[in-house]
């Protein structure tokens, strides 16, 4: 423990340090943005574009509100400026379809990630986002698989939350949401991409949840470097991820050894009594045995791998389920969403004969709304879609407005989420927003003769949590969207059945505000709730 807090002390360093350099190169730092597009919140006065960078770290909310009353609702494009990072051309949603059709090497999803997490040093190989097999493992088999996963997946939830949550059902326990969710949604994650064992490990589950906070806080250290200062002080700044994967490896690693072995007796003695499971692991092992470069059937590769997967998994999940729950629970009790919750999940889990199946799941319409419509509401994501400019001479949009070489450019969609076109009361939490519509276009509708789904029956889809449009961009939105999303869905779906069916809730006063971070805006992580376990608790 005291090796965790002294690698910590890099970072005081680095910011101290570099709060100098960052002051110096902002001021002679060469920009790819447009030269005659307006500036978010730019004040008058010296140095204009620098106060107004050092602003949006604390004016987050004033600055998106800025650009959605001045710009993003007059169709007009506008520079958003960051302290954090590089800073950001956003034009309105009308462009969304645009921008996501684009080609990679035009305007492109990997070099805007890079850039972003830093990962050539934040996931401590260039190779885990240069060839994304793991990206492909969860597309081509997780989102397949997850009917297989379903049933298993609640009975490690059910564990999980047996641990972090009371189980004495006579007591109301406060509980901390975010921390206990982040270690059930671990636990729960990972003993599908590795195996159930590892699930039940404290310290296992500890360190890959300290690894997945080192990324961002990395990332943002290492932005405040040139880029030729960066092989030189990115291990340094770095070294937490790299401890957290070595503590964790430990665990790990000498399981995927063992699978991994098992796999290559098996393709050499096709006669071998050896059945590769069919989980994740496996997937993953199968795919890099296909790969050219040998280091990826390497043990140590493979679970640098899947602690990325990890990561990714962890904060979008954790961050979601928490707003969820906390918009559940600060609702007016008079509403009933907890019961009807409860009392849909009661009627979907007899009706799968006292399973939890894929099937099950996409029943639960109150659930998949109460989820996407806090999503809506206070989703992490305030921008849509984002890419960086790779077109050697940049690319000219159809309103004239051209995005040089090395800009960053994503779709301005935070007003959208206030929109009271797209939605009625928009700035409240309606938990059944969206189910209520997709009742409403069930019950007006049948298939047609021909055995095709009705325009209708397609609409109420395009209502469901998982799918992304242009005024729900928080999975992303076309061919790029989260291909992990179903699989966060699932999970989620899963997290807030079994709260329902064992937990009394005690409501909320009111619904504590969410966190800024520059323009990015976090779920209460100290925010505690009262849970009692319920007398009739069951469904596990």
């Not at 070294?239 to 991994?260: C, D, L, M, Q, T």
């Not at 051209?402 to 935070?414: D, E, M, R």
């Not at 729900?472 to 291909?483: I, L, T, V, Y």
Request: aromatic share 10%.
């Amino acid at each position: 423990m005291a090796l965790d807090s002294l690698i910590t002390s890099p970072f005081i360093y680095a910011v101290i340090l570099l709060s100098v350099y960052t002051i110096c190169s902002i001021f002679t730092a060469r920009s790819a943005l447009p030269p005659n597009l307006p500036w978010v919140g730019l004040p008058h006065g010296w140095l204009p574009k620098t106060r107004a960078r050092f602003a949006s770290l604390t004016q987050g909310i004033k600055f998106l509100n800025l650009m959605e009353e001045k710009y993003t609702s007059k169709g007009l494009g506008c520079i958003f400026p960051s302290f954090l990072g590089d800073s950001e051309i956003l034009v309105p949603p009308i462009y969304t379809s645009w921008l996501v059709n684009q080609p990679e090497n035009v305007l492109s999803v990997h070099h805007n990630i890079v850039a972003k997490y830093q990962t050539d040093y934040t996931f401590l190989s260039p190779l885990v986002v240069a060839d994304p097999i793991s990206g492909e493992v969860i597309k081509r088999d997780l989102t397949r698989q997850i009917a297989s996963l379903t049933d298993g997946m609640m009975e490690e939830a059910g564990k999980a939350f047996n641990k972090e949550w009371p189980v004495n059902n006579s007591n109301w326990h406060e509980v901390c949401v975010y921390k206990t969710l982040q270690s059930i949604i671990a636990r729960t994650s990972y003993s599908v991409f590795v195996n159930r064992s590892l699930s039940n490990n404290d310290e296992f589950i500890e360190d890959v949840i300290k690894y997945a906070h080192d990324v961002p806080i990395s990332a943002l250290v290492l932005k405040l470097f040139p880029k030729f200062m960066k092989p030189l002080v990115g291990p340094l700044i770095t070294f937490p991820n790299r401890w957290h994967y070595w503590r964790s490896g430990k665990h790990a690693i000498p399981v995927i050894r063992e699978r991994v072995a098992n796999f290559r007796r098996k393709q050499e003695d096709p006669e071998s009594t050896y059945e590769e499971p069919n989980d994740f692991l496996g997937w993953h092992i199968r795919l890099s045995a296909k790969s050219p470069n040998p280091v990826e059937m390497t043990p140590e590769m493979i679970w640098l791998r899947l602690l990325v997967v990890g990561f990714t998994s962890l904060h979008t999940t954790s961050f979601t389920i928490t707003n969820a729950i906390l918009d559940l629970a600060s609702s007016p009790p008079e509403k009933g969403y907890l019961q009807t919750l409860r009392e849909e999940a009661e009627q979907v889990y007899a009706e799968e004969g006292g399973r939890w199946t894929k099937a099950g799941l996409a029943k639960m319409i109150h659930m998949d709304s109460a989820i996407r419509e806090s999503m809506r509401l206070n989703g992490i994501i305030t921008r849509g879609p984002q890419r960086m400019v790779v077109a050697e001479n940049g690319v000219t949009m159809a309103n004239g407005l051209h995005l040089p070489k090395g800009a960053h450019v994503g779709i301005a969609s935070y007003g959208t989420r206030f929109n009271e076109q797209y939605y009625e009361n928009s700035r409240d939490y309606d938990a059944f927003r969206f189910s209520r519509q997709r009742q409403e276009l069930l019950r007006s509708t049948a298939k047609l003769s021909d055995g095709k789904e009705a325009p209708a029956i397609l609409k109420q889809k395009n209502l469901a949590l998982v799918t992304t449009t242009e005024d729900f961009p928080q999975f992303g939105h076309g061919r790029f969207a989260c291909s992990g999303r179903f699989f966060a869905a699932a999970e989620m779906k899963l997290m807030l059945a079994y709260m329902v069916l064992n937990y009394d809730i005690e409501p909320l006063a009111e619904r504590p505000p969410g966190e800024w971070l520059g323009d990015t805006i976090l779920p209460p992580r100290k925010a505690k709730i009262w849970v009692r376990r319920r007398q009739d608790s069951k469904k596990e």
